[in-house]
């Protein structure tokens, strides 16, 4: 098994290389200028201006030079510099990196737990009213933005009833913790900043919970489909020949299968959440990746783009390779990296 | 003579169909287990067989309305609340299901399952005790390496293998009965012997009372010693396996007979019975068997015969009496050939 993650993790800058060069051929053929967003507009006028600012930022040089210049930056860890910032796309990913996986890794928490808590349920309960309330809990998941969703959940529980703060990773009377991870909930427990601990908690539950009631929706269909497709195997009516109740059939012996098909789902929700979490990010003011991902594409920052592209390709990768893992900690008749002998 | 392990009387299972159209699977049916004793119950698909037996250990679903009496040692069943049933079933009444590939959960040890069927009933029991208690039962029923192959997954086992599994979790807290729902129907033919002698085995040694479904009379010839014949949902001859192979006091027993190869008559062409067994939403009515039947007359289209004594076995046929006994090796198919 660890000879094929090597394996994996050897492949994965050659996919990732892919990924790069797609996304820079991309960014370099839209119609628009990127000059206009470095210099401004009405300094495009000024020839002199202009040439100093393509010479400035190497755009005077041919295509494949730009690539290959890019490609040596990036082997010593430089994603270059942000049109738009003046900084080092590689020091903005690290700094929104972490705030969008603290936002997506609590999103997949409350997505999981309830998206299963409900999938049993349905399975349970199948087409009778706790069925049918799961369902409805779940269309509305996944088919209410999260535009509409996450400004009714601030008016209702933040303006209206006050019970959780606005926008914002931390308290605006706070100051933000020492970056030791960059996730403030374990930042500010490092500090031993209970205070600062519990407002950034408080700040994460609403747009944890409007990114996860996304994910909700489909695991609790995948869970109540798969669940449904393990009742009726023969060795659940083996299990309750034995003398098994019903809370053992359901959780000891139909869930860890249907857990199964699941992991897959909630594999790729997590690297798509990565990048996709934009919305829920610009609601809540969550300084993350797909906030960042947005204002550079408005602003026509190619080094910020395609460093973007590289992190949600590199999470797709990733969580691929760990849904392998995980299958394979799961069942047993999965033997990782072993050949199929025909 | 003390009441029997376990008897049935005038079970009847009924589906709930679509509006008023119920759906009986079962319907009177009678039939008596004793300790120790082997019990075939033969049928094709369809005929109630493990419907009978899934209605004895209550794990029918809702829709399944059961009416009769299943007593256990004297003690009902039916109308048991599903809290006292989950008592009994694996406790004292162990269940075979004939299918050992999809019987056992493919994600938990096999030696997990087995002790999970005794920590289910002996809530005190150490983990640790329990495991060993897995291991010996995997002994039991001639596992070799049985600590090793505890720790296996069930698809680390072969076929023969994993119903012997499957056995050792059904005897794993010693019930009293045993009933094995078509145990060697998914196995191959050798493999088929050794795990009915290894039920012949558990039966002779431990006591139990053994209830072997089947489709296969030619298994319930060499084992069993009482045997109960089903069709469409009925029993419609029950008696002594050697009563009811030397004179079956039922056409339908006679069909099922006729249509086994014999090996001092190699050459004698098998008899298949005409036509196939009604499904349950279009049973013919009075006798269900009258429409494949070569002795059927008016009466059997009119009214369902009752299972009555004749001779040394039961019969639910009106014609019971015109049947004659079979000769020591010939059977009707030989004679139909001469």
């Not at chain 2, 056409?251 to 036509?275: E, F, K, N």
Request: charged share 15%; net charge positive.
């Amino acid at each position: 098994m660890l000879a094929y993650i090597a394996r994996r993790l050897i492949a994965m800058p050659l996919l990732l290389l892919g990924v790069i060069t797609v996304a820079f051929l991309l960014s370099h053929f839209t119609s628009a200028d990127p000059l206009t967003s470095i210099i401004g507009e009405r300094q495009m006028n000024n020839p002199a201006v202009v040439e100093a600012a393509r010479a400035r930022w190497g755009l005077d040089r041919s295509l494949p030079e730009q690539y290959l210049v890019y490609l040596k930056n990036l082997l010593t860890g430089d994603f270059g510099t942000s049109f738009r910032t003046r900084q080092p796309v590689a020091q903005d990913l690290l700094v929104r990196l972490p705030a969008t996986l603290e936002l997506v890794i609590a999103a997949m928490i409350v997505g999981t737990v309830f998206g299963v808590a409900l999938g049993v349920i349905a399975a349970r309960f199948q087409n009778r009213t706790p069925d049918n309330l799961a369902r409805l809990f779940a269309l509305f998941g996944s088919s209410v933005p999260v535009f509409w969703s996450g400004l009714v959940v601030l008016f209702i529980f933040s303006v209206q009833l006050g019970w959780l703060p606005g926008p914002g990773r931390i308290g605006s009377r706070m100051s933000a913790p020492e970056l030791v991870t960059g996730f403030y909930t374990i930042d500010t427990l490092v500090a031993g900043d209970w205070a600062g601990f519990r407002s950034a908690l408080a700040q994460l539950v609403l747009p944890a919970s409007v990114l996860g009631w996304t994910v909700t929706g489909i695991v609790s269909r995948m869970v109540r489909a798969s669940m449904l497709d393990v009742l009726g195997q023969e060795y659940i009516l083996a299990a309750r020949a034995k003398g098994a109740g019903q809370l053992r059939i359901l959780f000891h012996h139909a869930l860890r299968n249907a857990m199964l098909p699941t992991l897959t789902i909630l594999g790729f929700s997590f690297a798509y959440l990565i990048t996709g979490a934009i919305l829920t990010e610009t609601i809540f003011s969550w300084p993350g990746i797909g906030s960042y991902a947005v204002s550079a594409a408005r602003g026509l920052d190619h080094p910020a783009i395609i460093g973007v592209t590289i992190v949600g390709g590199a999470a797709f990768l990733i969580t691929n390779l760990l849904t392998d893992i995980a299958y394979a900690l799961v069942d047993p008749r999965v033997k990782i990296g072993a050949r199929a002998t025909a | 003579m003390s009441a029997p392990l376990l008897q049935i009387r005038d079970l009847a299972v009924t589906f709930a169909g679509q509006g008023r159209n119920h759906l009986q699977a079962v319907c009177g049916v009678d039939l008596d287990v004793e300790k120790g004793q082997l019990h075939g119950v033969v049928g094709e698909s369809g005929s109630g067989k493990s419907v009978t037996m899934m209605a004895v250990m209550g794990l029918l679903s809702p829709s399944a309305c059961v009416t009769g009496s299943v007593r256990l040692d004297g003690e009902e069943l039916i109308g048991k609340s599903e809290r006292a049933m989950r008592r009994i079933r694996g406790a004292r009444i162990g269940y075979i299901f004939q299918d050992p590939m999809t019987a056992l959960n493919p994600l938990l040890t096999v030696g997990e399952q087995i002790s999970e069927a005794i920590r289910l009933h002996e809530r005190k029991i150490t983990r640790r005790s329990a495991n060993e208690r897995a291991v010996d039962l995997l002994r039991l029923v001639a596992i070799p390496i049985p600590e090793r192959r505890a720790l296996q997954y069930p698809h680390e086992f072969s076929g023969g293998m994993r119903q012997r599994a499957v056995i050792a979790m059904a005897m794993a807290n010693e019930p009293s009965l045993l009933i094995a729902d078509e145990p060697t129907t998914a196995l191959d033919v050798t493999i088929q012997a050794q795990i009915m002698e290894l039920l012949e085995r558990l039966r002779a040694d431990k006591g139990v009372g053994l209830v072997l479904v089947t489709h296969d009379l030619g298994v319930v010839a060499g084992a069993a010693s009482a045997v109960s014949i089903m069709y469409s949902g009925r029993v419609v001859e029950q008696g002594h396996v050697d009563d009811v192979f030397a004179f079956p006091r039922h056409p339908y027993t006679r069909g099922l007979l006729a249509s086994l190869p014999q090996l001092d008559h190699p050459t004698a062409r098998l008899v298949a019975i005409p036509g196939a067994p009604p499904p349950i939403a279009m049973r013919p009515s009075g006798c269900a068997f009258h429409p494949r039947c070569p002795l059927a007359i008016e009466r059997c289209r009119i009214e369902v015969p009752a299972l009555r004594a004749i001779g040394a076995s039961m019969s639910a046929c009106h014609r019971a009496e015109d049947l004659r006994p079979l000769g020591p090796t010939t059977n009707e198919a030989t004679h139909a050939g001469a």
